[in-house]
Every structure is written in structure tokens, then in C-alpha cells.
């Protein structure tokens, strides 16, 4: 019997582990983002990436990348800290502020990606937002080749027609002043 016991707890503590391990949803290299899926992982290849780590209080990991064809934002906000709204409502209203006459064409949402194509004067440029429990990647895709991979009905854009502006700014930098996540107070915590 106590061999069963032992046998038990040893099962037990196994699928404790099991349980407890976690593939991450996205995975960054020098040269290259991999956000995995249910059944694939996508791709995003870097050409010539401009890598700047980004800081406030409430960013566990936090940093943004330029790249020839894309802009992307990554960030991790600590576990006691929260957003103080939509995070891709947030970047959207950030992509207005920063780039004037911005215009809405079309959205897409294809698995867990939620995808805009938007223009000013006529020049066309897709952002893409996709989330975990604890982290929010917002990617600008200026030519669509990523987008292309990930949605059918999304296509490439025209070089001609391609949006030259490049955003140089950070929601993690404008957090001090929007007040786009804060740190959850501990009087929050146990009213809940």
C-alpha cells in the first residue's frame, strides 16, 4: 500500500509540473519575433532591427523595435500592475495623436489578431495588436508583409502608396503623462 502511495505522489508531482510549465507566447531574437499559435508559429524576420528597451514602474519587460518594413512595441507590465482601459484603444488613440488625419479603412480579426489598415493622404499602412495574459505586442506593418502571412483577405501594399512616416515615440515614455497602466493600490485590491 504504501508503495501505491509513493507511485501516487510521484504522478501526482509530475502533472503538478506539467501543469505548471509554460510555452511563451511570443519569443524574440536578434534577427527575428516568433509568436506562436494553436498549431504554428509566425514569423516576423528582421532586417536591419533598431532594438530600445523601454522603462517605467510598471513595465516588467518593455521595449520597441525598428525595422525597415515595421514599427513594434512590446510590453510586459509587472502582476500588480493593470491597464486603465483597452491597451490597442490606447495605441490607437497614441498612432492619432502622433500621426495627424489619420483615417480607419478596414479591420480584420483573424485568430488573436486584431488588424487595421489605415491611411493618410492616400499612403496605407496595416497596425496589428495581439495579446497574452500579461503582455500586449502592437506592430505597425508598413508594406504588409507580415499581415500577408497571418490574413487571408489582407494584401500587400503598393510601394508607391506606401506610408513613409515612421513613429519614433513610446506609449511605455507617454505613460507618465496618459496614464495608460498604473499599479493597482492595495485599498483596490481588497475591495475587490
Given at each position: 500500500?504504501?508503495?501505491i ?26 534577427n ?29 519587460d ?36 502622433n500621426?495627424?488625419?489619420l ?26 495588436h ?7 505586442l ?55
Amino acid at each position: 500500500m504504501i508503495k501505491i502511495v509513493k507511485i501516487f505522489a510521484i504522478l501526482m508531482f509530475i502533472l503538478l509540473l506539467s501543469g505548471c510549465s509554460h510555452t511563451p507566447y511570443m519569443q524574440f531574437s536578434q534577427n527575428a519575433i516568433y509568436i506562436t499559435d494553436k498549431d504554428s508559429t509566425n514569423i516576423i524576420e528582421l532586417k536591419n532591427p533598431k532594438k530600445i528597451h523601454r522603462f517605467d514602474s510598471c513595465v516588467f519587460d518593455g521595449f520597441t523595435i525598428d525595422d525597415v518594413n515595421l514599427h513594434l512595441e512590446y510590453i510586459k507590465l509587472h502582476s500588480q500592475c493593470q491597464w486603465n482601459g483597452l491597451s490597442s484603444s490606447f495605441y490607437q488613440n497614441f498612432l492619432n495623436l502622433n500621426i495627424k488625419k489619420l483615417q480607419l479603412i478596414k479591420t480584420f480579426k483573424k485568430d488573436k489578431y486584431n488588424i487595421f489598415l489605415y491611411a493618410k493622404d492616400g499612403k496605407e499602412f496595416y497596425f496589428v495588436h495581439t495579446y497574452d495574459v500579461s503582455s500586449d505586442l502592437f506592430l505597425i506593418d508598413y508594406d504588409g508583409s507580415f499581415v500577408t502571412k497571418i490574413c487571408d483577405e489582407c494584401y500587400l501594399l503598393d510601394k508607391s502608396i506606401q506610408f513613409n512616416e515612421r513613429i519614433d515615440k513610446s506609449l511605455i515614455d507617454r505613460n507618465f503623462f496618459e496614464g495608460y497602466f498604473s499599479r493597482e493600490s492595495n485599498r483596490d485590491y481588497y475591495e475587490k
